[in-house]
């Protein structure tokens, strides 16, 4: 894996000079902004992230919250994922507080829809529509006469090592009710491939932005809720309300319109959101407390504009 560091120039205004370092290794990257070697650190693992913030010296860059969220997506036209009700029962056995509290150390918090505490598409009822309940995954798989087949493949990026964490954890958790699963690492490339193109043909982990922007802006840039999307999901209903909400210029209008759009996704379960992290996909941002003046910008990204060290 590789991550971007930084080593700031002071200067008595702002930095005048920003030095990047690339670490092959995590581990020698953490021991050099321990040592002071450099000032700033990106990819931070979350149990590291959660030590160095409780001490002055550091502090650790929540960028994420309301743009960074963590899913499961599911491709709908594999013969495996064809019904919705398995797909929901992927829904019920995925135990996301276990996964905030041991694979994002906290940061975070669990989610059944990609809308932020303080977004106007927000519903607490329906975010917690999702709870962990492997009995009544079990029992829709009933319903459809579940058997178990070839293992589904799950499909996580070698760039992102908490989703092979979380694809652990789910994959257990699913075999328990009679569901196999066999998680694949692709490189980086590849996995984007196939997420652009649609071409899983099995269920994948990794992260979505977006939701921190408008909900009209989540469904038509989001590669997973998009028509056409990575989950090869469609219906004449889905795509008209997507047109809808792009169109609409009142807030009851859009509000209805988003509320029908959450159900759908809730109850077609192409895309099965897992949390809300505050830190960004490649882990968290440390810097050391002597760099000042960090902005955050509309994106939720670091603004290094008026950055400056003090001695």
Request: hydrophobic fraction near 45%.
């Amino acid at each position: 894996m590789l991550d971007y560091h930084v080593h700031l120039w002071p200067h008595e205004e702002r930095a005048d000079s920003v030095e990047l370092r690339v670490f092959q290794d995590q581990q020698q990257a953490l021991i050099a902004l321990e040592s002071q070697a450099i000032d700033w650190m990106v990819g931070v693992g979350g149990p590291d992230a959660r030590r160095l913030q409780s001490d002055p010296a550091y502090t650790v860059l929540e960028t994420g919250k309301g743009a960074s969220y963590l899913y499961l997506g599911l491709d709908v036209s594999a013969p495996a994922l064809t019904n919705k009700l398995v797909r929901q029962a992927f829904g019920y056995a995925i135990n996301r507080q276990r996964i905030v509290d041991s694979v994002l150390s906290g940061f975070g918090r669990a989610a059944s829809t990609p809308w932020p505490v303080g977004s106007p598409a927000y519903a607490a009822t329906t975010d917690a529509t999702f709870t962990f309940d492997l009995a009544h995954a079990q029992q829709l798989l009933a319903e459809v006469g579940w058997t178990a087949g070839a293992p589904i493949p799950l499909y996580v990026s070698e760039a992102l090592p908490s989703t092979i964490q979380m694809a652990q954890i789910i994959q257990a958790d699913l075999a328990s009710i009679g569901v196999p699963l066999a998680i694949q690492t692709l490189s980086q490339a590849d996995f984007v491939s196939r997420l652009t193109k649609s071409q899983f043909q099995g269920a994948w982990i990794t992260g979505v932005a977006w939701m921190n922007f408008s909900p009209a802006t989540f469904f038509n840039a989001a590669f997973p809720v998009r028509i056409p999307n990575s989950s090869n999901f469609e219906s004449a209903a889905y795509t008209s309300l997507i047109g809808q909400l792009s169109a609409a210029t009142d807030d009851a209008h859009q509000r209805s319109t988003v509320d029908q759009l959450t159900s759908i996704l809730l109850d077609e379960a192409f895309v099965l959101m897992i949390a809300e992290s505050t830190l960004q996909q490649s882990g968290a941002e440390v810097v050391r407390a002597n760099v000042k003046n960090i902005g955050i910008d509309r994106f939720r990204l670091v603004d290094y504009q008026d950055l400056w060290l003090a001695s």
